[in-house]
């Protein structure tokens, strides 16, 4: 079984052996530009790019390691991204930039002036629907690299225009001190920026600033309905597809305790904003990151930088504003892996020490790893979620944790880590605004979770990007014979079809009805896709009891008000 913190990492490993492939920094870039790629004329300056080839051999053309902002270097370390500025000569726009700074083998090929874009066209004087992919890692890991995650060869066999970026992660995109100097959110707020930068000089490529279609997986998908509550986003996007992921979850969020650990560890001071900050940017990013990684001690599936609620990215928490109907109220693809993270634990299989610890002192892990606040000291164990979400999942009964039962086990990663917050989204966005909901029951012949045997156990998270966009963390990329490729034709066509009308459609999906009061439909995206009724409510319902949105002013919690307002007008109408 291979190991396993985050399903990211698995891509570090497999770098290891295409280092030479990637290690394409502008600096050394040594390729030159195809003469019959058109040289594109900005409000910033030209940008020159390169030919590539799509799966089914169409040519389109290639503007990569496009820088956006300012690097975040020294002062401006653990600041707001600044926009570039304008240059003189023509960018010579032809490969990859360097990957945002993160844990594992790839720093060879790293650097913090990352905060560059790729842009993926065909047709430079037309009017295209734009799609920009926020791509996923914990908020510590991955980037927009069009190698190894964010490969345009799929979607660019349609006529849409693609862009991927880069953004600050970890530390370095999520430290706070909670205070207006130092309020965190960098890394979402490169996002904006590239965002905006997306609205001003997309039409250059051939795109419609008009029609913006954001996408995100697992931390990316976060991103996208973090973007859906933000008021700094409003207007740069029409559309939003969201793959594993939703920011309204339960997560205890505590960047400030991140923050003063790694501080300490570093032998910085803890407290005052200014000393912590100006302490920290002299510090190589390689040892920030290296620290960071320290605090992963069993590979568990987790999420320790998040977003902060600061007033201006984020005005309140997101289920909150979800509720309220306070979001950029666009239409939505949500959608989750049937497995999710049911087998992210399986490489513990072998640590018995570890599972009988985990089973019996559940209670003290469970908030760590799945992320709410403890709880009182006070509390009868009947009253404590961990006894709930032991007894719901595992039984009463059950006293070990071995391998007949790390699969059940992993379902609550599955449901605390992602399946609830995105369940939850759907829930209150649907009122507002059209939601094509689904679940990916494909099991494919290429998996980031194989067995012992190295056969695909299920669909798990991030399994179903493969379809998406080619990238080397699955492999090579497809042809056109691959058992599999029926998928990428259909995920291709709905993700397309969605980004240019605002309804999914492909030839071999009858009909996928958005969500709606009566109509609890979902696209059971498997060998067939066909409609059916919403998964695990009974899983999901645990965690509404368990962590209930935020109290309105008055002081029910917004579900109870909806009922308390249909008795109330229940009893106005017999009277």
């Known amino acids: 079984m291979k190991a396993l913190w985050f399903v990211f990492i698995f891509f570090n490993i497999l770098f290891s052996q295409c280092i030479a492939q990637i290690k394409t920094a502008e600096e050394n870039n040594e390729e030159d530009p195809d003469p019959g790629v058109p040289v594109v004329q900005t409000s910033l300056g030209k940008i020159r790019g390169k030919m590539l080839t799509t799966l089914y051999g169409k040519l389109f053309y290639a503007y990569r390691g496009i820088r956006y902002a300012k690097a975040p270097v020294d002062d401006l370390r653990f600041k707001a991204p600044i926009p570039v500025e304008p240059w003189n000569d023509t960018l010579k726009a032809t490969s990859d930039s360097l990957v945002c700074p993160q844990p594992g083998v790839l720093q060879v090929v790293m650097s913090e002036d990352c905060l560059k874009l790729n842009v993926f066209t065909k047709n430079v004087t037309a009017r295209l629907p734009v799609m920009v992919y926020i791509h996923g890692g914990a908020n510590v890991l991955g980037s927009g690299h069009s190698l190894y995650e964010a490969g345009p060869q799929y979607l660019l066999d349609h006529d849409v225009v693609m862009v991927a970026f880069n953004y600050r992660l970890g530390a370095l995109g999520f430290l706070s001190t909670q205070t207006a100097e130092y309020p965190g959110n960098y890394g979402y707020l490169d996002q904006v920026l590239a965002l905006q930068w997306v609205s001003d000089h997309i039409s250059h490529f051939g795109g419609d600033p008009e029609s913006v279609t954001i996408f995100g997986m697992s931390a990316g998908s976060m991103a996208v309905s973090l973007h859906l509550a933000s008021p700094l986003s409003k207007g740069l996007f029409h559309k939003a597809i969201l793959m594993s992921g939703s920011a309204t979850n339960h997560y205890d969020i505590d960047n400030i305790y991140w923050t003063r650990k790694l501080a300490k560890e570093l032998s910085c001071p ?126 009463s009964e059950t006293k070990e944790l071995n391998v007949s039962n790390l699969h059940t086990f992993g379902e609550i990663f599955s449901d605390a880590i992602l399946g609830h917050g995105i369940h939850r989204l759907v829930s209150l966005a649907n009122k507002d605004t059209p939601v094509y909901y689904y679940r990916t029951d494909y099991v494919g012949h290429r998996s980031l979770y194989p067995d012992n045997y190295g056969q695909s156990q299920g669909v798990g998270h991030a399994d179903d990007l493969q379809y998406v966009m080619p990238g080397l963390w699955y492999g090579t990329q497809m042809s056109e014979d691959n058992p599999d490729i029926f998928m990428v034709k259909r995920m291709t066509q709905l993700w397309t079809t969605f980004a240019t009308t605002g309804k999914p459609t492909a030839d071999d999906v009858k009909e996928w009805s958005p969500v709606g009061d009566s109509n609890l439909a979902i696209l059971y995206n498997g060998k067939s896709a066909e409609m059916g009724q919403w998964p695990y409510t009974e899983r999901y319902q645990l965690w509404d009891e368990m962590f209930p949105i935020e109290k309105s002013g008055v002081g029910c919690h917004l579900p109870i008000m909806g009922i308390i307002t249909i008795l109330v007008l229940s009893i106005w109408k017999l009277s």
């Open 270 to 395: 803890q407290y005052h904003p200014s000393d912590i900050v100006e302490c920290l940017r002299e510090i190589s990013w390689k040892t920030i990151v290296n620290k960071c990684a320290e605090w992963e001690p069993y590979s568990f599936v987790n999420m320790k930088w998040n977003y902060e609620v600061d007033g201006k990215f984020l005005p309140e928490h997101p289920s909150k504003l979800f509720a309220e109907g306070k979001f950029n109220k666009v239409p939505m693809i949500v959608g989750f892996a049937g497995n999710e993270l049911d087998f992210s634990v399986q490489h513990q299989e072998n640590n018995t020490r570890l599972l009988h610890d985990l089973a019996v002192s559940f209670d003290m892990y469970a908030p760590e790893i799945f992320l709410y606040k403890p709880e009182s000291s006070n509390l009868t164990p009947d009253q404590l979620k961990s006894k709930r979400i032991w007894n719901f999942y595992m039984g």
